[in-house]
């Protein structure tokens, strides 16, 4: 099992950048394959950005397709999102998530674990 933090959101201006982090306990972080999700108010969760488990492979929505950079840093059980270029309609509750299944994933049925999720809120 492994419990997920994530951390980075808050306010930011249209066209700004934030860089969230996403830390998970334990020794086996580099057998998770790892995901971002986003839920906006009235919305349904939506997949943003994933990464397998070597860091090698990513895939991302096509609405942050080139704004959005996902890493990950297996040394120190972290994950990362780096948001550029900000819109309002990326405002959101951010949420990071963990699977052990190969490859890169995109579906919310897909992922095991979650975060709690981080907040950001992107003003015009």
């Known amino acids: 099992q492994v419990q997920l933090v994530e951390s980075g959101g808050g306010l930011v201006q249209a066209g700004g950048s934030l860089k969230l982090s996403c830390a998970a306990s334990?020794?086996?972080?580099?057998?998770?394959?790892m995901g971002w999700f986003r839920q906006a108010p009235g919305k349904e969760r939506e997949f943003v950005a994933s990464i397998d488990r070597s860091g090698g492979s990513t895939y991302y929505a096509n609405s942050v397709k080139g704004r959005f950079t996902i890493s990950r840093d297996n040394a120190k059980n972290t994950v990362y999102l780096q948001m550029n270029s900000l819109r309002p309609e990326d405002t959101a509750d951010y949420y990071c998530?963990?699977?052990?299944?190969?490859?890169?994933?995109?579906?919310?049925?897909?992922?095991?674990?979650w975060g709690q999720g981080t907040q950001v809120t992107v003003s015009s």
């Open positions: 998530a963990a699977s052990l299944r190969l490859g890169v994933l995109a579906g919310a049925g897909e992922f095991d674990y």
């Open positions: 334990g020794r086996t972080f580099r057998r998770y394959a």
